[in-house]
């Protein structure tokens, strides 16, 4: 079955950076285009950012351009989020998800998520 | 822009509930909603405004086409007590609705 694993949250200070995994089973990584979502504490959810399958594309929201990277390694199955001059507004839970398109579109499995906490 | 509408609401079981999504320009159906229970993930239930995803029960429906949208639920049943939400794919960057939180009178 599908799984999706994210790791590497925790409490950092406003500026300061954070990498996030997401390590992927249960089906053929390497074909399928991933996001990234979050979730502030009690509020909607926000779309982060995308990779297509080879990682040659890749689509930010603006709150997050210039700041945060997505990035894949095909051979270890496992998204990552290179996250740079953390805000506190940053702070929520994000999760990876599966696309089963070739563009970004939408998601049809997601991890249960990692806590980011931006914070003095 | 997503913007749904009521952001809750509560209905007895059995109820006909219906959301609504509205965006800021014509999305021309690339249109998605999902299902999300407290501290859980979120569930994919409609693609392309109206495609009923694998598995999801038939209680659900969506209509629209253009900028406004509709999620419905036919027959509302306890277990759907959950938030919903929109999700426009025409373009990235891809954006939510606000959600919709359904609740049992």
């Known amino acids: 079955q599908v799984q999706l694993v994210e790791s590497g949250g925790g409490v950092v200070q406003p500026g300061r950076s954070l990498r996030l995994s997401c390590a992927a089973s249960?089906?053929?990584?390497?074909?399928?285009?991933m996001h990234w979502v979050r979730q502030a504490p009690g509020k909607g959810l926000e779309w982060v950012t995308f990779?297509?399958?080879?990682?040659?594309?890749?689509y930010f929201a603006d709150s997050v351009k210039g700041r945060f990277n997505i990035s894949r390694d095909n051979s270890k199955s496992t998204l990552y989020l290179q996250m740079d001059s953390l805000r506190d507004e940053d702070t929520a839970i994000y999760f990876c998800a599966r696309d089963p398109n070739s563009q970004p579109y939408y998601f049809d499995y997601g991890g249960r998520g990692t806590r980011v906490t931006v914070s003095s | 822009q997503m913007t749904q509408s009521p952001s809750s609401l509560s209905a007895s079981v059995g109820d006909r509930v219906t959301i609504t999504c509205r965006a800021s320009q014509d999305i021309r159906k690339y249109l998605a909603w999902y299902q999300q229970k407290p501290g859980k993930v979120p569930k994919l239930l409609i693609v392309?405004?109206?495609t009923l995803e694998s598995g999801v029960t038939s209680r659900f429906s969506g209509s629209g086409s253009g900028t406004d949208y509709i999620l419905t639920i036919s027959s509302l049943q306890p277990e759907d007590v959950a938030t919903y939400y929109c999700?426009?794919?025409?373009?990235?960057?891809?954006?939510f609705g606000g959600g919709t939180k359904v609740e049992i009178k």
């Open positions: 999700q426009q794919y025409k373009s990235a960057p891809l954006s």
């Open positions: 392309a405004a109206s």
């Open positions: 249960g089906f053929t990584f390497n074909t399928y285009g």
């Open positions: 990779i297509s399958y080879d990682g040659r594309k890749k």
